[in-house]
Protein backbone atom coordinates (compact mmCIF):
# COMPACT_ATOMS: atom_id res chain seq x y z
CA UNK A 1 0.00 0.00 0.00
CA UNK A 2 1.06 3.56 -0.65
CA UNK A 3 2.21 5.22 2.63
CA UNK A 4 2.45 8.86 2.88
CA UNK A 5 4.30 10.99 5.95
CA UNK A 6 2.92 14.04 6.68
CA UNK A 7 2.86 16.65 9.38
CA UNK A 8 -0.72 17.48 10.23
CA UNK A 9 -1.42 20.78 9.09
CA UNK A 10 1.11 20.89 5.93
CA UNK A 11 -1.20 21.90 3.44
CA UNK A 12 0.76 20.25 0.40
CA UNK A 13 0.31 17.22 2.46
CA UNK A 14 -3.72 17.89 2.01
CA UNK A 15 -3.49 18.24 -1.79
CA UNK A 16 -1.85 15.38 -1.86
CA UNK A 17 -4.08 12.90 0.66
CA UNK A 18 -7.19 14.86 -1.09
CA UNK A 19 -6.43 13.02 -4.43
CA UNK A 20 -6.01 9.71 -3.10
CA UNK A 21 -9.51 10.19 -0.94
CA UNK A 22 -10.84 11.91 -4.20
CA UNK A 23 -9.22 8.41 -6.53
CA UNK A 24 -10.51 6.35 -3.80
CA UNK A 25 -6.55 5.22 -3.56
CA UNK A 26 -5.93 3.33 -0.16
CA UNK A 27 -3.27 4.54 1.48
CA UNK A 28 -1.92 4.57 4.99
CA UNK A 29 -0.04 7.98 6.47
CA UNK A 30 2.81 8.35 8.91
CA UNK A 31 2.67 11.45 10.80
CA UNK A 32 6.46 13.00 12.14
CA UNK A 33 7.42 16.06 14.33
CA UNK A 34 8.89 18.62 11.95
CA UNK A 35 11.12 20.48 15.35
CA UNK A 36 12.03 16.70 15.46
CA UNK A 37 12.31 15.12 12.44
CA UNK A 38 13.20 11.31 12.95
CA UNK A 39 16.71 10.34 10.92
CA UNK A 40 14.46 7.60 9.26
CA UNK A 41 12.62 10.49 7.28
CA UNK A 42 15.75 12.66 6.58
CA UNK A 43 17.30 9.40 5.06
CA UNK A 44 14.13 9.49 2.61
CA UNK A 45 13.41 12.61 1.87
CA UNK A 46 16.40 14.72 0.04
CA UNK A 47 15.11 18.19 1.10
CA UNK A 48 13.68 17.01 4.46
CA UNK A 49 10.23 18.46 3.79
CA UNK A 50 6.88 16.62 3.65
CA UNK A 51 4.65 15.26 1.94
CA UNK A 52 6.73 12.12 0.58
CA UNK A 53 5.10 8.90 -0.94
CA UNK A 54 6.53 5.62 -0.32
CA UNK A 55 5.26 3.61 -3.20
CA UNK A 56 4.31 -0.02 -3.11
CA UNK A 57 7.55 -1.04 -4.84
CA UNK A 58 9.74 1.34 -1.96
CA UNK A 59 10.45 4.18 -3.78
CA UNK A 60 9.94 7.06 -1.84
CA UNK A 61 8.79 10.26 -3.56
CA UNK A 62 9.04 13.55 -3.00
CA UNK A 63 8.14 17.17 -3.58
CA UNK A 64 4.12 17.48 -3.65
CA UNK A 65 3.47 18.36 -7.30
CA UNK A 66 5.59 15.08 -8.50
CA UNK A 67 3.56 13.45 -6.26
CA UNK A 68 0.34 14.51 -8.08
CA UNK A 69 1.97 13.57 -10.95
CA UNK A 70 2.77 10.01 -10.12
CA UNK A 71 -0.90 8.87 -8.69
CA UNK A 72 -2.17 10.58 -12.05
CA UNK A 73 0.25 8.06 -13.95
CA UNK A 74 -1.12 4.96 -11.56
CA UNK A 75 -4.73 5.72 -11.28
CA UNK A 76 -8.10 6.87 -13.16
CA UNK A 77 -8.08 10.61 -14.16
CA UNK A 78 -11.05 11.92 -11.81
CA UNK A 79 -11.94 13.59 -15.26
CA UNK A 80 -12.12 11.94 -18.89
CA UNK A 81 -11.05 13.14 -22.46
CA UNK A 82 -9.37 15.87 -21.23
CA UNK A 83 -7.10 17.23 -24.27
CA UNK A 84 -3.45 18.10 -23.99
CA UNK A 85 -4.10 21.53 -23.69
CA UNK A 86 -6.66 21.69 -20.76
CA UNK A 87 -4.63 19.34 -19.42
CA UNK A 88 -2.08 22.07 -19.40
CA UNK A 89 -4.09 24.99 -18.27
CA UNK A 90 -5.55 22.76 -15.04
CA UNK A 91 -1.74 22.14 -14.25
CA UNK A 92 -1.17 26.45 -14.68
CA UNK A 93 -4.08 26.97 -12.64
CA UNK A 94 -3.17 24.30 -9.97
CA UNK A 95 -0.11 25.78 -9.74
CA UNK A 96 -1.62 28.98 -8.95
CA UNK A 97 -3.52 27.19 -5.66
CA UNK A 98 0.42 25.62 -4.71
CA UNK A 99 2.18 28.87 -4.83
CA UNK A 100 -0.26 30.61 -2.68
CA UNK A 101 -0.20 28.13 0.16
CA UNK A 102 2.70 29.65 2.06
CA UNK A 103 1.51 32.94 1.45
CA UNK A 104 -1.57 31.21 3.30
CA UNK A 105 0.27 30.14 6.07
CA UNK A 106 2.36 33.51 6.51
CA UNK A 107 -0.92 35.28 6.29
CA UNK A 108 -2.61 33.83 9.38
CA UNK A 109 0.43 34.08 11.39
CA UNK A 110 0.40 37.67 11.08
CA UNK A 111 0.94 39.05 14.59
CA UNK A 112 -0.50 42.45 14.07
CA UNK A 113 -3.72 43.88 12.18
CA UNK A 114 -1.40 45.54 9.43
CA UNK A 115 0.83 42.65 8.57
CA UNK A 116 -2.73 40.74 8.49
CA UNK A 117 -3.87 42.97 6.14
CA UNK A 118 -1.10 43.13 3.81
CA UNK A 119 -0.84 39.55 3.70
CA UNK A 120 -4.48 39.02 3.11
CA UNK A 121 -4.46 41.50 0.47
CA UNK A 122 -1.45 39.48 -1.36
CA UNK A 123 -3.44 36.21 -0.55
CA UNK A 124 -6.16 37.47 -2.55
CA UNK A 125 -4.30 37.88 -5.39
CA UNK A 126 -4.96 34.54 -6.20
CA UNK A 127 -8.43 34.44 -5.01
CA UNK A 128 -9.26 37.27 -7.64
CA UNK A 129 -7.65 35.58 -10.47
CA UNK A 130 -10.06 32.91 -9.61
CA UNK A 131 -13.04 34.73 -9.28
CA UNK A 132 -12.60 35.85 -12.80
CA UNK A 133 -12.67 32.75 -14.59
CA UNK A 134 -15.21 30.63 -12.57
CA UNK A 135 -18.77 30.42 -14.02
CA UNK A 136 -21.79 28.54 -12.90
CA UNK A 137 -20.34 25.71 -11.00
CA UNK A 138 -20.57 24.20 -8.49
CA UNK A 139 -16.87 23.26 -9.10
CA UNK A 140 -14.08 25.04 -10.84
CA UNK A 141 -14.26 23.87 -14.40
CA UNK A 142 -18.54 23.47 -14.26
CA UNK A 143 -20.32 20.23 -13.13
CA UNK A 144 -17.06 17.29 -12.81
CA UNK A 145 -14.51 17.77 -9.88
CA UNK A 146 -10.80 18.01 -11.13
CA UNK A 147 -7.33 18.44 -10.21
CA UNK A 148 -7.78 21.94 -9.90
CA UNK A 149 -10.43 21.39 -7.05
CA UNK A 150 -8.32 19.36 -5.30
CA UNK A 151 -5.28 21.83 -5.94
CA UNK A 152 -7.06 24.74 -4.52
CA UNK A 153 -8.70 22.42 -1.24
CA UNK A 154 -6.14 23.35 1.24
CA UNK A 155 -6.36 26.92 0.30
CA UNK A 156 -10.44 26.82 0.60
CA UNK A 157 -10.66 24.45 3.67
CA UNK A 158 -8.40 26.91 5.71
CA UNK A 159 -10.01 29.76 5.17
CA UNK A 160 -13.30 28.11 5.99
CA UNK A 161 -11.96 27.31 9.33
CA UNK A 162 -10.22 30.84 9.96
CA UNK A 163 -14.05 32.30 9.40
CA UNK A 164 -16.05 29.58 11.54
CA UNK A 165 -13.29 30.20 14.33
CA UNK A 166 -12.38 33.54 14.22
CA UNK A 167 -15.27 35.22 11.87
CA UNK A 168 -11.93 36.78 9.65
CA UNK A 169 -13.10 35.69 5.77
CA UNK A 170 -10.28 35.52 3.20
CA UNK A 171 -12.71 35.50 0.69
CA UNK A 172 -15.16 38.37 1.74
CA UNK A 173 -14.26 40.23 -1.83
CA UNK A 174 -15.25 37.14 -3.75
CA UNK A 175 -18.85 35.67 -4.13
CA UNK A 176 -17.90 32.97 -6.91
CA UNK A 177 -14.54 31.69 -4.72
CA UNK A 178 -16.64 31.40 -1.82
CA UNK A 179 -19.57 29.16 -3.96
CA UNK A 180 -17.33 27.10 -5.06
CA UNK A 181 -15.35 26.76 -1.50
CA UNK A 182 -18.78 25.74 -0.30
CA UNK A 183 -19.61 23.12 -3.12
CA UNK A 184 -15.92 21.42 -2.75
CA UNK A 185 -16.08 21.30 1.00
CA UNK A 186 -19.94 19.99 0.62
CA UNK A 187 -17.46 16.68 -1.11
CA UNK A 188 -16.31 15.54 2.26
CA UNK A 189 -12.71 15.25 1.31
CA UNK A 190 -11.71 18.51 3.24
CA UNK A 191 -12.46 16.38 6.64
CA UNK A 192 -11.20 12.88 5.02
CA UNK A 193 -7.92 14.31 3.84
CA UNK A 194 -6.69 15.59 7.28
CA UNK A 195 -6.40 13.66 10.63
CA UNK A 196 -9.09 13.71 13.27
CA UNK A 197 -7.43 16.50 15.67
CA UNK A 198 -6.63 18.46 12.79
CA UNK A 199 -9.00 21.05 13.96
CA UNK A 200 -6.99 21.26 17.34
CA UNK A 201 -3.37 21.33 15.74
CA UNK A 202 -4.24 23.36 12.99
CA UNK A 203 -6.00 26.23 15.96
CA UNK A 204 -3.12 25.73 18.34
CA UNK A 205 -1.09 27.03 15.26
CA UNK A 206 -2.67 29.71 13.75
CA UNK A 207 -4.81 30.94 16.10
CA UNK A 208 -2.48 31.30 18.78
CA UNK A 209 -2.52 33.97 21.32
CA UNK A 210 0.22 35.75 19.60
CA UNK A 211 -1.28 35.65 16.03
CA UNK A 212 -3.95 38.66 15.10
CA UNK A 213 -6.24 35.95 13.86
CA UNK A 214 -5.87 34.16 17.46
CA UNK A 215 -6.79 37.69 18.97
CA UNK A 216 -9.71 38.44 17.01
CA UNK A 217 -10.84 35.35 17.79
CA UNK A 218 -10.66 36.00 21.12
CA UNK A 219 -11.63 40.03 21.36
CA UNK A 220 -8.19 40.85 22.02
CA UNK A 221 -6.23 44.01 21.00
CA UNK A 222 -2.68 42.98 22.44
CA UNK A 223 0.46 41.92 19.43
CA UNK A 224 3.00 40.25 20.05
CA UNK A 225 5.84 38.55 17.87
CA UNK A 226 4.93 35.10 16.23
CA UNK A 227 7.58 31.54 15.67
CA UNK A 228 7.10 30.80 12.06
CA UNK A 229 9.68 27.87 12.37
CA UNK A 230 6.95 25.44 10.66
CA UNK A 231 5.85 27.43 7.90
CA UNK A 232 8.98 26.12 5.50
CA UNK A 233 9.04 22.40 5.83
CA UNK A 234 6.62 21.18 3.63
CA UNK A 235 6.60 21.50 -0.59
Not at 5 to 14: A, D, E, L, R, T
Not at 142 to 149: A, I, K, R, T
Not at 162 to 177: H, M, N, R, T, W
Request: proline share 5%; with cysteine; aromatic share 10%.
Amino acid sequence: MIKVISFKICPFVQRVTGLLEAKNIPYEIEFISLKDKPQWFLDLAPTGQVPVLVTESGDALFESDAIVEYIEEISEPLEKNVTPEQRAKDRAWSYQASKHYLVQCTSMRSSDEDTLLERTAKLGKAFEKAEAVLNDGPYFKGEQLSNVDIAWLPLLHRAAVIEEKSGYDFLAKYPKVKAWQAAVIETGLADKSVPADFIERFSEFYLAEETRLGQIMRGKENQSSCDTTQLNCCS
